[in-house]
């Protein structure tokens, strides 16, 4: 990976397992907080978070959907071919994540903190990152299309090999670094947001 405008990669620090074998569900007593343990092809449906405490985590080939999550703190975790579905992670905090290889739907990460977070090939279509503040975080290679960035704060963020087409809230990348090739997706919405009219030649 490149060097960054902050002058160094980006890169998250991997989980501290305290399994050594994946599990499929998560423990019964578990309401708010996880910490340690590695899931592979589990189910975690419907469940409203308050102020969870998400720490040393693992997911592989999970199903993370219509889960509701306010001022939660995830740190030290590694998200990798899972789907996640109607996620709300408002007001919360990410710190040392990677996310990898997953299909977003109606995911939510309004008004949260990102610290040393990668996200490389996933499609991140649609996905709400309004007043989100982007402190040393990479987004690789996945689909940003329709991606709203209304109101987020960019203390240095690398886009890189992304789809930007019809992205929102183009003002909310100020300082962000962008490959020239990606450019051309974003000009249009980047023209709208400064008030030009575009006509076909």
């Not at 160094?8 to 708010?32: G, K, Q, S």
């Not at 994540?97 to 990668?118: A, W």
Request: proline share 4%; aromatic share 4%.
């Amino acid at each position: 990976m490149n060097e960054t405008t902050c002058g160094r990669p980006h890169h998250a620090t991997p989980p501290n397992l305290t399994v050594d074998a994946p599990v499929a569900d998560a423990p019964d007593d578990c309401e708010d907080d996880l910490h340690g343990l590695w899931f592979q092809h589990a189910r975690i449906l419907e469940r409203d978070l308050d102020r969870p405490g998400l720490t040393d985590l693992r997911f592989e080939d999970c199903d993370l959907s219509a889960i509701v999550a306010s001022g939660a703190m995830l740190r030290r975790t590694v998200i990798a071919t899972t789907r996640v579905r109607a996620i709300v992670f408002a007001k919360g905090q990410i710190e040392d994540t990677i996310v990898h290889d997953c299909q977003t739907t109606e995911l939510s990460l309004r008004f949260t903190r990102l610290r040393q977070v990668v996200f490389r090939d996933c499609d991140l279509s649609g996905v709400d990152f309004y007043n989100t503040t982007f402190d040393h975080v990479t987004i690789d290679s996945c689909d940003l299309q329709r991606a709203q960035f209304d109101a987020a704060i960019v203390k240095c963020l690398a886009i890189t090999s992304c789809n930007l087409a019809g992205v929102t809230g183009v003002t909310g990348l100020r300082g962000a670094q962008i490959d020239m090739s990606d450019l051309p997706a974003l000009a249009p919405s980047l023209a709208h947001e400064i008030g030009l009219k575009l006509r076909d030649a």
